[in-house]
């Protein structure tokens, strides 16, 4: 099932929490969904889920509007909500039973899926406890099992990640990336690192405006449009090999990184830089100690989009 | 229906793992018991075999328990956010009102059930009209629906359990009394037709042990205006008009 969203907007009084978004998530595509806080992630992601409604535009889910059968479609829906909400005197298996059964699993394969998800999420110490005695991380792991627990096609995932400690998440996200697969899975997080390590592809939005959409990689072409190299040059002088460097072909600026290292950082547009910068040297006889590709972060590109 | 029961089961469940359930029973017996056949106008100082001062007093106490049983049902979950995760399970918000309306009926009436050994008691003393009693328990279970629909209504407007207690009461006070006494104070076609909007006037037409339609009606269309106007305030949230 894919995700279609067609210019999505929702008005809360004058504000516009989500002003006409479009967007497309592909079956077995893992969409990360990034933006500053109060961008309109969660409340995409409500319209999405059809708890609440948009005041213009459409969403489809599988081909139909999420809000023609909307009982029909929530059945195909596992949703994990920002706060993670969970009734905290109910313990967890009830609890896991209880989601399974109203998500219109058969009786006869809940207890099955119930354990099931226990192993899988990794809450077997904790199953006879209630759900307000546990951490919040696995209190977290509970919010995830039940969003699962039905077999959904789809995944909306706000924040999961969160409160969890270094090796749950490591876990988490194999989990997601395994769910992923077959399912379409939207999630919303602040963790730029997790969107790489997890998401197929960035949605990127700010005061509820599209601002990006692509892989990591295409968005950081776009966000420069050039690469930076971090070059190491020895046995010459800084000038003469600042001159040289530049009138290399594709190069566009070069910086001093380090004067008394003879270390520079060269703007170039695509093509063979690394390999003029070797003949350049060679026929020099120049030592080239270093040449070190120089990553534009996301958290940069991130920041570029959503400052202004 | 399967999910309307789920539902009702989990609030169940809610009512006696947070010992409201058991509070709730313990002090309506208690009261009830206590009014009914030691202090005040009991049975004994009416010297006959009827129910009569058992019906006026759970008529008073379910007055005031009902709003504690359902000021919690909406307003809980929409403060801890439990409401989103519900209403965005496989369920409609019709589904979710009636199973949770469905719940504190059964408790009231196992708390009501539980009063049955009046009747027995009572009956061994003297000659029981029993179609008085049956009417009577009648009554109550449809005075207590009326209320609990006014109570789901109110826990549905706010995120606070005192707001919802208070309004619910504060609702109910009219149905209970202040229609009775605005009526009472007027005459001719005004004061009847306020007068059968209070709910005293049905009850106890009702525990006479008379089943009129009119009566049926009435309490009927206390509950319908009730849960339709819960399903009303639940939609608001996502601008549906």
Redesign the interface.
């Known amino acids: 099932m894919d995700i279609v969203i067609e210019n999505l907007t929702k008005r809360y009084g004058p504000q516009k929490a989500v002003d006409n978004i479009s967007m497309r998530v592909a079956t077995g595509e893992i969409l990360g969904f990034l933006g500053p806080n109060g961008a309109g992630k969660t409340t995409t992601m409500?319209m999405i889920?059809?708890?609440?409604?948009p005041?213009e535009g459409n969403i489809f889910i599988g081909g139909k509007p999420v809000t023609e059968n909307?009982?029909?479609i929530?059945?195909h829906?596992g949703?994990l909500?920002e706060?993670n909400?969970?009734?905290?005197?109910?313990p967890v298996i009830?609890y896991l039973s209880?989601?399974a059964?109203?998500?219109?699993v058969e009786k006869n394969k809940i207890p099955g899926r119930v354990i099931e998800m226990i192993r899988l999420t990794g809450l077997n110490r904790e199953k006879h406890k209630k759900i307000g005695e546990l951490s919040k991380g696995y209190q977290q792991r509970v919010g995830l099992a039940?969003a699962i627990i039905h077999n959904p096609k789809i995944l909306i995932l706000d924040e999961p990640t969160s409160g969890l400690d270094p090796n749950q998440i490591v876990e988490i996200r194999k989990l997601i990336r395994e769910l992923g697969r077959e399912k379409t899975v939207i999630l919303s997080t602040h963790i730029l690192p997790e969107v790489e390590a997890t998401c197929d592809r960035i949605f990127i939005i700010n005061k509820g405006k599209i601002v990006a959409d692509g892989t990591a990689d295409s968005l950081r072409k776009q966000a420069r449009g050039s690469e930076i190299l971090r070059v190491r040059i020895e046995d010459g002088q800084p000038d003469q090999i600042y001159k040289a460097l530049q009138s290399v072909r594709s190069v566009s600026i070069v910086e001093f990184a380090d004067r008394n290292l003879n270390r520079f950082d060269i703007h170039c547009s695509a093509g063979d830089v690394k390999r003029e910068i070797f003949k350049l040297c060679v026929e020099k006889q120049w030592v080239l100690t270093e040449l070190t590709p120089y990553e534009t972060k996301l958290e940069d590109i991130f920041r570029d989009l959503t400052m202004n | 229906m399967k999910t309307i029961w789920l539902i009702t089961k989990r609030e169940l469940n809610s009512f006696f793992d947070s010992l409201t359930a058991y509070i709730m029973i313990v002090l309506f017996l208690g009261f009830s018991g206590f009014f009914t056949w030691i202090s005040g106008s009991d049975i004994f100082l009416m010297g006959q075999a009827s129910l009569r001062s058992f019906f006026t007093i759970a008529y008073w106490t379910l007055f005031f328990f009902i709003p504690a049983l359902t000021m919690k049902l909406i307003a809980e979950e929409k403060k801890t956010g439990t409401i989103e995760i519900l209403l965005t399970k496989a369920v409609t918000d019709r589904q979710v009102i009636l199973g949770k309306y469905l719940a504190t009926l059964i408790l009231i009436s196992i708390a009501l059930a539980f009063t049955l050994p009046y009747v027995v008691t009572v009956s061994k003393l003297g000659n029981i009209d029993a179609g008085g009693v049956l009417c009577g328990y009648l009554a109550l279970l449809l005075m207590s629906a009326a209320y609990s629909s006014i109570g789901l209504f109110t826990s549905s407007i706010t995120n606070n359990q005192i707001v919802a207690f208070l309004s619910a009461l504060f609702i109910g006070l009219f149905f209970h009394i202040i229609f009775e006494i605005i009526a009472s104070g007027m005459s001719g076609l005004a004061g009847q037709i306020i007068n059968s909007l209070s709910v005293t006037y049905h009850f106890e037409s009702l525990s006479r042990g008379v089943v009129d339609s009119k009566d049926l009606v009435y309490f009927g269309s206390i509950i319908f205006m009730g849960l339709f106007l819960t399903e009303v305030s639940l939609a608001k949230r996502n601008g549906y008009k």
Do not use: V
């Open positions: 409500k889920t059809n708890y609440i409604a005041d909307p009982h029909e929530r059945k829906i949703y909500s706060n909400p969970l009734y905290q005197e109910m009830d209880f989601c059964e109203i998500q219109g039940q």
